[in-house]
T-cell receptor
Framework: QKEVEQDPGPLSVPEGAIVSLNCTYSNSAFQYFMWYRQYSRKGPELLMYTYSSGNKEDGRFTAQVDKSSKYISLFIRDSQPSDSATYLCAFERDSNTGKLIFGQGTTLQVKP | DTAVSQTPKYLVTQMGNDKSIKCEQNLGHDTMYWYKQDSKKFLKIMFSYNNKELIINETVPNRFSPKSPDKAHLNLHINSLELGDSAVYFC??????????FGPGTRLTVT
């Protein structure tokens, strides 16, 4: 079983749609949960960071963590063409080293 | 101002050659990382240095050797390049237990 599973997509939605991106993980030792956004030919950038179960909201973005089910989600409301990118979930077990385990990434296209 | 920079951005070379990629960060961070992203966008950590000390050394061929001359620089040297080394290599940096900032990547193509 892979440590992290993420559907690579691609996912295509119309502008204004609500987008749901998901990852499952198997390692109970993961303590920190992140979503990175990566535009084409650019480096990943941190979008959301959380360490507890529940929801965390930032503008149009909501990160959800369910530790009991080992499942994290990212919701994007009112999606915009500028949200078109690859979204990578990432997990950290040891904050001392900062070693991140990434999902494969989901490619999202938001059509105007 | 560029926070994390990498040179070169593109590198095309033949099998068997030796090449280096350089990374510099001007953020004052104390930890730096090398990641490899394959053609399927899978991003995997390779190495990490904290204040010039190697703290993460994943299972990678020993043809790959990182070097950190000071805490603002982390270089990656690759010997005897193989076709499978073709990928995008990202450098990242982090201060204490905070987010990682990624560089723009170096696209390596081995022919």
């Amino acid at each position: 079983q892979k440590e992290v599973e993420q559907d690579p997509g691609p996912l295509s939605v119309p502008e204004g749609a609500i987008v749901s991106l998901n990852c499952t993980y198997s390692n109970s030792a993961f303590q920190y949960f992140m979503w990175y956004r990566q535009y084409s030919r650019k480096g990943p950038e941190l979008l959301m960071y959380t360490y507890s179960s529940g929801n965390k909201e930032d503008g149009r973005f909501t990160a959800q963590v369910d530790k009991s089910s080992k499942y994290i989600s990212l919701f994007i409301r009112d999606s915009q063409p500028s949200d078109s990118a690859t979204y990578l979930c990432a997990f950290e077990r040891d904050s001392n080293t900062g070693k991140l385990i990434f999902g494969q990434g989901t490619t999202l296209q938001v059509k105007p | 101002d560029t926070a994390v920079s990498q040179t070169p951005k593109y590198l095309v070379t033949q099998m068997g050659n030796d090449k280096s990629i350089k990374c510099e960060q001007n953020l004052g961070h104390d930890t730096m990382y090398w990641y490899k992203q394959d053609s399927k966008k899978f991003l995997k950590i390779m190495f990490s240095y904290n204040n010039k000390e190697l703290i993460i050394n994943e299972t990678v061929p020993n043809r790959f050797s990182p070097k950190s001359p000071d805490k603002a620089h982390l270089n990656l040297h690759i010997n005897s390049l193989e076709l499978g080394d073709s990928a995008v290599y990202f450098c990242a940096s982090r201060h204490e237990m905070r987010e990682q900032y990624f560089g723009p990547g170096t696209r390596l193509t081995v022919t």
